[in-house]
T-cell receptor
């Protein structure tokens, strides 16, 4: 079965600094999803990447998917307290409708 | 816009009791999923369904059962609750990924404690 590994597991960053979260799949992905979860709340969809080499941005968050479609990174520029939370990558394989998620990265922003 | 609705939001069970977590969506989505999230961890897929009458196991199906008699509803049944089933449960739905972006829409979660 497909596994998604995220790194780091937790991250403490000073406000205003940049950061990167990585997501690695053991198999080629059909699509890669990034979600954010505020502590104790539901999941918020950030973006989806489907093509090898694809890059998407929304406000200060940029996500990239490598050409082989097995690795993705999420980059936050000039972090703010509102960026704090748990970031989860999710993915599926072509022809398999299971959508599994990574282990999550807990992001803390300190003033 | 109701989206995905889960009930109950909180529940405490005694070991050996049974219960059903309800999930309903009003977006006419084909796919529905049940995940569990243990403290500080990611999501683990319990069961999923690609349409009414069709269900399949995910990563951690033991101790759970599901049914999908309608497009809208996807209840999760816990038989003989155990402390290991203490978790937050999320229901999600989506269109077919071949037809759409495949974005999952999540419910707000159901926090279950088994004592």
């Amino acid at each position: 079965s497909q596994e998604l590994e995220q790194s780091p597991q937790s991250l403490i960053v000073q406000e205003g600094k940049n950061l990167t979260i990585n997501c690695t799949s053991s198999k080629t992905l059909y699509g890669l999803y990034w979600y954010k979860q505020k502590y104790g709340e539901g999941l918020i969809f950030l973006m989806m990447l489907q093509k090898g080499g694809e890059e998407k941005s929304h406000e200060k968050i940029t996500a990239k998917l490598d050409e082989k479609k097995q690795q993705s990174s999420l980059h936050i520029t000039a972090s703010q307290p509102s960026h704090a939370g748990i970031y989860l990558c999710g993915g599926g394989n072509f022809g398999n409708e299971k959508l599994t998620f990574g282990t999550g990265t807990r992001l803390t922003i300190i003033p | 816009n109701a989206g995905v609705t889960q009930t109950p939001k909180f529940r405490i069970l005694k070991i050996g009791q049974s219960m059903t977590l309800q999930c309903t969506q009003d977006m006419n989505h084909n796919y529905m999923y049940w995940y569990r999230q243990d403290p500080g961890m990611g999501l683990k897929l319990i069961y999923y369904s690609v349409g009414a009458g069709i269900t399949d196991k995910g990563e951690v199906p033991n101790g759970y059962n599901v049914s999908r008699s309608t497009t809208e509803d996807f209840p999760l049944r816990l038989e003989l609750a155990a402390p290991s089933q203490t978790s937050v449960y999320f229901c999600a739905s989506s269109y077919s990924r071949r037809r759409n972006t495949g974005e999952l829409f999540f419910g707000e979660g159901s926090r279950l404690t088994v004592l």
